[in-house]
């Protein structure tokens, strides 16, 4: 990090609603989601109080990530439009106001979440935290183009841990759950990058829209989309998967692959009054992909007890 910031100082006392936004709220509510598909969808049932403990420490865990993101990424982000109004680069919480938040938070959700479930879970919580804060904010974001393929993994921990939680281990449904965000996080970001080039030109993040182009960024995302849906078919032959779930995957993987042939062939010369209006649509339907796929493996297990489940 450089000196440079140095320069963000409070412009006020910061609210309880600006360390909210610190852990990245909207980020959690991806992580609190499919850890908490990983836990319902998992053969052993767990306590009521203790899923509520588990999914509370590993939400906190997640903020705890964002935090420590926003605390070194505080000189890109003050330079980014979708990012410049964070509280850490307008001034409103210190860089060391966030450090220390982030830190605080790892240590309790990840310690409570031993103690509330088991240390396996707690130990995946850990290496999760480690892995978004260190491997990929620290070192990946800056260095690679493939800086979002790798680091990716953070994120695709969540249903794992749940899975943790409930089960003690790790196990092919929890791998294929994992498989199934890590695929698909390049399609998802590289169509954010898309129509955000500029601010990533702007903060030298070298995204491969910057260092490859958009035309070899949308061959990636063809690619990507291709990979990623034997990846999330397979987890219908599971034993967390079934008719509903396979299904479900069938048309939106159709839908998916769809948009991506289109993001491929689609020339910008000939775009509208909004240039990344196919970009747009694309990322948000990225966003319902994700969702409806844990949305139909917990409803198949919702269906499961009534013989309407599995295979």
């Known amino acids: 990090m450089t000196d440079a910031t140095n320069i963000y ?20 509510s991806l992580v609190v989601f499919t850890a908490l598909a990983g836990l319902i969808v998992a053969p052993v049932a767990v306590h009521p109080f203790i899923a509520f403990m588990s999914i509370l420490c590993i939400a906190v865990g997640g903020g705890a990530s964002g935090a420590l993101n926003m605390w070194w990424d505080s000189d890109i982000d003050a330079v980014m439009k979708r990012t410049k109004g964070r509280p850490v680069p307008s001034g409103r919480v210190t860089r060391q106001e966030a450090l220390a938040v982030g830190l605080a938070l790892s240590g309790f959700a990840v310690v409570m979440l031993g103690l509330a479930a088991n240390w396996v879970a707690a130990g995946l919580l850990a290496f999760t935290i480690f892995f978004y804060a260190v491997v990929y904010t620290i070192w990946l974001k800056r260095s690679t183009p493939q800086n979002i393929v790798i680091g990716g993994a953070a994120g695709a921990f969540p249903p794992m841990i749940g899975w943790a939680v409930a089960t003690g281990g790790v196990s092919i449904e929890s791998v294929l759950m994992f498989v199934l965000i890590f695929m698909w996080t390049p399609p998802h970001f590289w169509a954010l990058a898309l129509f955000m080039n500029d601010d990533y030109t702007k903060a030298g993040v070298p995204m491969l829209t910057v260092t490859h182009g958009r035309k070899a960024t949308r061959v990636h995302i063809l690619v990507y989309t291709l990979l990623l849906a034997p990846m999330a078919l397979a987890l219908a032959a599971t ?71 599995g295979w």
């Open 9 to 28: 100082d409070h412009a006020g006392e910061p609210s309880f609603g600006d360390y909210v936004a610190l852990l990245k709220p909207r980020v959690m």
């Open 239 to 309: 034993s967390i998967g079934g008719p509903v779930y396979l299904a479900t995957s069938l048309v939106l993987n159709a839908l998916f692959i769809l948009g991506a042939i289109r993001l491929w062939r689609r020339d910008e010369d000939q775009a509208g009054a909004d240039k990344y209006a196919a970009e747009k649509k694309f990322f948000r339907f990225s966003l319902l992909y994700l969702f409806l796929h844990f949305v139909a493996l917990m409803v198949q297990s919702w269906i499961a007890p009534f013989g309407l489940g």
